[in-house]
């Protein structure tokens, strides 16, 4: 393990074993504290964030970028800040800690038990959402994790997501999906994080305006095996309570090859998935490239 991987996952470590003892109003201003300054260093995920941005409000003067971007990073640092302190809390602080609107789509599908599938973008704090799931709803689910480096610091997350009620998966491609696979033909509940494709097959769509890929997993799990295919989105308002929406469900298309039905379905994911980033930018958190043309500089918005 190199010098910066130790440091790496010495800080995330501090994080959990530190964070979470402070009391809830001192982590909110440390939180802020620590946006506030990475977002007047204006480091390289910072300026990514306002491009992206840039993309999401289109026209937004340059004042109007900064802004959303520092709010951007406020928002950020919440998700941080509560996902350090999410093992400490208590039952009854998750189940008051997000409310979801249209969670009927959710309940409904899980009491059919051919499966759900719930996509998210990487808005506010899935995690949340998830400890929800398993305290409010009862229901447990599985979901996939991205290898990360080092070693110590993807096992940390591993075994904060279990904690908190979820199956975690490694990101490992046709094992990881196999399995997926079998928990929805066992009428069980499975979340992604799904706005940014971690493969080289993702599927391409036209999200605000321009070319995007996106996995095609969600899509191709519902042609496979039947499961709902739900969408989320999720915001913070002033209040500590999150808030979220359930969209309803994309349906497998009648008719087209299984790629056709793929492409169709993802582009369903993305416009709903966009409904919800251009409602509350502010709360997607994408600090990376995602479009085509910011990837592959040769390729020209569409």
């Not at 520092?70 to 998750?94: D, N, T």
């Not at 979820?166 to 069980?188: C, I, K, Q, W, Y």
């Not at 309803?248 to 416009?271: W, Y």
């Amino acid at each position: 393990m190199s010098a910066q991987e130790r440091l790496t996952d010495a800080l995330y470590g501090l994080g959990w074993g530190a964070v979470k003892k402070l009391p809830e109003p001192v982590a909110v201003r440390l939180g802020r504290s620590i946006a506030d300054l990475a977002w007047k260093k204006r480091g390289k995920g910072v300026r990514r964030l306002e491009s992206n941005y840039a993309r999401v409000v289109p026209g937004a003067s340059a004042e109007r970028l900064a802004e959303l971007s520092r709010a951007g990073m406020r928002s950020y640092l919440r998700y941080w800040m509560e996902s350090f302190r999410l093992p400490a809390w208590s039952e009854e602080r998750i189940r008051t800690g997000f409310e979801p609107a249209d969670v009927h789509y959710l309940t409904d599908g899980i009491a059919s038990d051919r499966g759900v599938i719930l996509a998210l973008p990487h808005m506010a704090n899935w995690d949340l959402a998830g400890a929800w799931v398993t305290t409010e709803l009862k229901t447990p689910f599985t979901t996939v994790a991205e290898r990360l480096k080092p070693e110590t610091l993807y096992d940390r997350f591993v075994a904060y997501r279990e904690g908190l009620g979820m199956e975690v998966l490694p990101h490992n491609g046709g094992s990881a999906f196999g399995t997926l696979a079998r928990r929805l033909r066992d009428g069980g509940l499975i979340c992604l994080v799904a706005e940014r494709d971690l493969s080289a097959s993702g599927v391409e769509v036209t999200f605000f305006g321009d070319t995007a890929t996106m996995p095609a997993g969600p899509a191709l799990l519902a042609q496979q095996t039947g499961a709902l295919l739900l969408p989320v989105t999720l915001w913070y308002d002033d209040s500590p309570v999150m808030r979220g929406r359930v969209h309803p469900p994309i349906e497998v298309p009648d008719s087209g090859t299984r790629a056709e039905k793929t492409s169709v379905m993802t582009q369903a994911l993305a416009d709903a998935f966009a409904s919800g980033i251009a409602d509350h930018p502010e709360d997607w958190h994408m600090l990376q490239r995602l479009w085509v043309s910011d990837l592959d500089p040769t390729k020209g918005p569409a």
